[in-house]
């Protein structure tokens, strides 16, 4: 069974651009999360989709946005880029009554 | 709010030795999960061991092992003849059980030790 997939890998964007991460949980896992590491905060936990509903939402600005599509993909947006966005977005697909985590390889986003 | 606590932010151990990380935790919560993860240069987070709150029989798996200790809300790993590919950055993680509105099923994560193994 294949695993999570993000889409880009790496990415390089200019400060006040917006920015879409794909990531494209394993078959049949219906709940997607998003993570932000960086050195300085570590990991730290942005939403979670289910169904192609935001179940729950980190303390990120309202600039972070994301989408669940009919087939469990997920799409996540910055808006108006900072420097400070630059970090590992990782991506985890769970089924629906598990609690394990499955990630993705991440997306490397820097700002400049 | 839960909290996770690795103090160690580095460590090292030499081949085939044994390490143990430590990881302490706050919740007000009965029941939940603790995790370790693994995150070796590639990036890629790989579950290493899980353990559920309500098991009072600690989490084995293979070389890797834990010493979870609900009262004192400290969940510990030991990793066992330790290879090179160990080295990694771990992090423990911690998950409430049910669902019960915000913050539920989010992973909240430590800020991770960097464990090296010397050859």
């Known amino acids: 069974k294949a695993g999570v997939t993000q889409t880009p890998r790496y990415l390089i964007k200019t400060r006040g651009q917006q920015v879409t991460l794909s990531c494209s949980p394993i078959?049949?896992?219906?709940?997607v999360s998003w993570y932000q590491q960086t050195p300085g905060q570590g990991l730290q936990f942005l939403f979670e989709y289910f169904s192609e509903t935001q179940r729950n939402k980190g303390n990120f600005p309202g600039r972070f946005s994301g989408r669940q599509f009919s087939n469990s993909r997920s799409e996540m947006n910055v808006s108006t880029l900072e420097l400070g966005d630059s970090a590992l977005y990782l991506c985890a697909s769970s089924l629906v009554f598990d609690y394990e985590q499955y990630f993705g390889p991440g997306t490397r986003l820097t700002v400049t | 709010a839960q909290t996770v606590t690795q103090s160690q932010p580095e460590m090292s151990v030499q081949e085939a030795e044994t390490v143990t990380l430590s990881c302490t935790y706050d919740?007000?919560?009965?029941?939940?999960?603790l995790f370790w993860y693994k995150q070796p240069p590639s990036r890629q987070m790989i579950l290493v061991i899980r353990q559920e709150a309500y098991k009072q029989q600690n989490a084995t798996e293979n070389r890797f092992s834990v010493n979870f200790q609900k009262a004192a809300k400290s969940f510990s790993l030991k990793i066992s003849d330790s290879q090179l590919g160990d080295a990694a950055m771990y992090f423990c993680?911690?998950?409430?059980?049910?669902?019960?509105?915000?913050?539920?099923?989010?992973?909240?994560f430590g800020k991770g030790t960097k464990l090296s193994v010397i050859p």
């Open positions: 993680a911690y998950r409430r059980e049910t669902y019960s509105g915000a913050g539920s099923y989010q992973l909240t």
């Open positions: 919740t007000s919560e009965s029941d939940y999960y």
């Open positions: 078959s049949g896992h219906r709940s």
